[in-house]
């Protein structure tokens, strides 16, 4: 199975295709903003590394979120647009279980959500331990010693640092945005579905007062 990943959520654009498992080309590159302009030139850019058109793929994922609104609706826009035109299966990834495939064992995946909240989502050997959420700093931490039950874990992602204080002997795996290779592998053996994206809460931008009357 010929598999192309992407990822536009956070402050990376990833992508890589994976063939049966095995790595056949990839690209990353750390990026605030403008994955739009950079997510389709890095896709075509990637299929030729590869040797590959692509209608050889036999599916797409993308990372839904949570994360940034606009970067996971361009990765989500892109994905949907190319699975149309090749008429292929789409797959969604969580943002968070993407970050936790970085590391192994018990996993906590926390993205700085700002605002003085994490989305946080727990894992062990792959298997959630809880839904994710956008929590405040203390909830997190508190949800954290909670299921961690003193035993030793990793943390993923932008939020670690806002957690060190609770947790200092946690291993910290730093990890601004997810690594399209992972999105592939696991989306290898999961069923298709349609690409919905992931919000845990309402966007930051408000309307305008007049624009509400």
């Known amino acids: 199975m010929i598999v192309l990943g992407l990822d536009t959520c ?9 063939d049966g ?25 990637v299929m030729a590394e590869a040797g590959l058109p692509f209608e050889r793929l036999d599916r797409i994922a993308a990372t839904v979120g949570p994360g940034s609104f606009t970067g996971l609706r361009v990765g989500i826009a892109f994905a949907k647009g190319l699975a149309l035109a ?33 989305y946080l989502q727990g894992f062990e050997a792959g298997r959630a331990l809880m839904a994710p959420d956008a929590l405040t700093v203390e909830t997190a931490a508190a949800r954290i010693a909670e299921l961690s039950q003193g035993r030793p874990f990793a943390l ?24 399209a290779v992972k999105v592939a592998r696991l989306a290898q053996d999961r069923p298709p579905g349609p690409l919905k994206p992931l919000y845990l809460r309402a966007p930051d931008a408000k309307l305008p007062a007049a624009a509400l009357a």
Do not use: K, N, Y
Not at 156 to 179: K, N, Y
């Open 10 to 18: 956070l402050s990376v654009c990833s992508v890589a295709v994976l």
């Open 86 to 118: 090749l008429d292929r299966p789409t797959v969604g990834i969580g943002t968070l279980e993407a970050l936790a495939a970085e590391a192994d064992g018990l996993v906590f995946s926390a993205i700085d959500a700002r605002r003085g909240q994490l």
């Open 156 to 179: 993923v992602g932008s939020g670690a640092a806002l957690l060190a204080d609770f947790a200092p002997a946690a291993a910290v795996v730093d990890a601004e945005g997810c690594d």
């Open 21 to 45: 498992g095995r790595v056949v080309a990839s690209a990353r590159e750390a990026m605030a903003r403008g994955h739009q302009e950079r997510l389709a030139p890095m896709a075509r850019e």
